[in-house]
Each structure stands twice: as C-alpha cells, then as structure tokens.
C-alpha cells in the first residue's frame, strides 16, 4: 500500500553506528508497528505505538528505540548496530475505529545490512 | 498463550494441483484469523480475513474452532501463486496487535 513508506529501502552500516529507519504514512491511522523479519522465523514484533503518547516494546525490542514523533511518523533506532540485526524491516499501521481487530497495513520494507 | 503455528517451511506443487497450507492456533477467546502473502520483493499485503468470508485469487479459509486451524486452500494451484504465506491472529487477549505465524514459502512449479 503507496500510504506507508518506509526510508531508507536500503542500509549497509558497520557494527557499532547508530541508524534510524524511518515510517510515515498518510493513511490517517492511529497504530502503527515496526517488525524485523528474518528466514524461518517470520515476522517478530519490536515496538509498536497505540497514540503518540502510547509506545510499547514488542517480543525483541532489545538493542532497538522508537520514536512517534506525530500520528504519521514512526521511527525506529539501533543505537549501536550489530551484525544480528542485519534483517528486514517493515513498518505497519492499522485503524483502531475502522477494524477493531486492526488489520494491518504494511510499508515496503528496509533492508539493512550491518558488517 | 497466544501462539500462531504454521508447521511447513516450504511447501512445492505442481501447477493446477491443489494447495492447502495449514495454520494453527492457541488462544483462549474468539480470536480474528489473517492470512497474509508476500510476493516477491513486494510488501506484505492481506490475502483474506476470517470475517470477510471472501474467496480471493482462488483461496478460501475456513475457521474451526473445534481443530483452532485456519488453513489456507486452493483447488488448483497457479505459477503466480508462488509467495510467502503468514497466518495471523488477533483478539482482545493481544491488545488486538497481530500474532503471526513463522510463514510458509509456496513453490508452484510448472
């Protein structure tokens, strides 16, 4: 869906440097998530924010920080990258008054590679 | 605890044969079932949802509560079919965030 966009959709970095990775959306949604996503072991949880004032770590937030700077943005941070977070990450937004099950919606992905 | 679990990594068929990928869950309420597809180089994008009853691109799911499965099926499988599949759940019991599954990779041979 073009309404979640995620920058960079690429990163190489070396150990030890801090990154940000970026989420926006125009989608108007009041959730939005940050996933990494690894070969067999699917879609893991790192943090994800019900409001601004509402952020909360998922199943792996360790080594990761977040930011929800307005209801369209959504910021994740690796204060001080390591090999093992080379992955995938998507960024995701869901509708808490349009689907109380919250449907989510998902950005194009980043790919980083920390050497 | 809530728990999504898609047994097959990989799953290859012909094509035209029938797919079924399986997904089962735990949880303790009445829970909402997602699948998920992503194809390659794409975003995740929403295939069906329990709730929606709705046959997309050929693929149906049925919830059985009795089992807590919700597998995926189609009659006669398609080379474009060939993506990534998550099965998801979601409920008053996770804050209604989404629990996915570990994914099944579809391989639709020709």
């Known amino acids: 869906d073009a309404d979640v966009t995620q920058t960079p959709r690429n990163r190489i970095t070396k150990t030890g440097k801090r990154i940000m990775l970026e989420c926006s959306q125009t989608?108007?949604?009041?959730?939005m998530y940050w996933y990494r996503q690894d070969p067999g072991l699917g879609l893991r949880l790192i943090y994800y924010s019900f409001d601004v004032k509402d952020i909360n770590k998922g199943e792996i937030s360790d080594g990761y920080s977040v930011s929800r700077q307005a209801q369209a943005k959504f910021s994740l941070s690796l204060e001080s990258a390591i090999p093992n977070q080379t992955a995938l990450y998507f960024c995701a937004t869901s509708d808490t008054d349009r689907d109380p099950y919250n449907e989510q919606f998902f950005g194009p992905g980043t790919r980083l590679t920390v050497l | 605890a809530q728990r999504v679990t898609q047994p097959e990594k990989l799953l290859s068929v012909f094509k035209g044969a029938p797919v079924e990928l399986k997904c089962n869950y735990s949880?303790?309420?009445?829970?909402?079932l997602f699948w998920y597809v992503q194809y390659s180089r794409q975003r995740l994008q929403l295939l069906l949802r329990?709730?929606s009853r709705e046959s997309i691109k050929g693929f149906t799911a049925d919830l059985n509560k009795g089992e807590t499965s919700f597998h995926l099926k189609k009659p006669f499988a398609q080379e474009e079919d060939s993506a990534m599949y998550y099965c998801?759940?979601?409920?008053?019991?996770?804050?209604?965030?989404?629990?996915f599954g570990s994914g099944t990779r579809l391989l639709v041979r020709p």
């Open positions: 949880y303790s309420g009445s829970p909402e």
């Open positions: 989608k108007g949604h009041d959730r």
């Open positions: 998801a759940l979601s409920g008053l019991d996770s804050s209604y965030k989404l629990i």
């Open positions: 329990h709730i």
